[in-house]
């Protein structure tokens, strides 16, 4: 079954680190890009971070000063998003997508269902 399963929510006291998982089954990540979006409660889903074989695009610029990192474990089939000094209003629902090709310019054509983040203390 092709699908994404984000882990790794929770909730964190503010200036905190989380890192999220997004593990692949059904098809080897490594052959497309995939990206880390969020939804925060009543606001419209942002895109943060865009991981192809030939490097990161930004899409936030919470992601552009270096608080929200990208990588990806091939082996384990598993990409990852670091979060360091977590504020409030990063309180959201994180979701992983797969783009169709390794480009991030495209849409996405698999979402995982999302993992809860509450950054309070």
């Known amino acids: 079954q092709v699908q994404l399963v984000e882990s790794g929510g929770g909730l964190v006291h503010p200036g905190g680190s989380l890192t999220l998982s997004c593990l692949a089954s059904?098809?080897?990540?490594?052959?497309?890009?995939v990206a880390w979006f969020r939804q925060a409660p009543g606001k419209e889903r942002e895109g943060l971070l865009c991981l192809t074989t030939n490097g990161i695009t930004v899409y936030s610029q919470d992601s552009a000063n270096g608080r929200f990192t990208i990588s990806r474990d091939s082996a384990a089939n598993i990409a990852f998003l670091r979060m360091d000094r977590l504020e409030p209003e990063d309180t959201a629902i994180y979701y992983c997508a797969k783009k169709p090709f390794n480009v991030c310019g495209v849409k996405n054509d698999l979402w995982g269902q999302g993992t809860q983040v509450t950054v309070s203390s």
């Open positions: 059904g098809f080897n990540l490594d052959s497309f890009a």
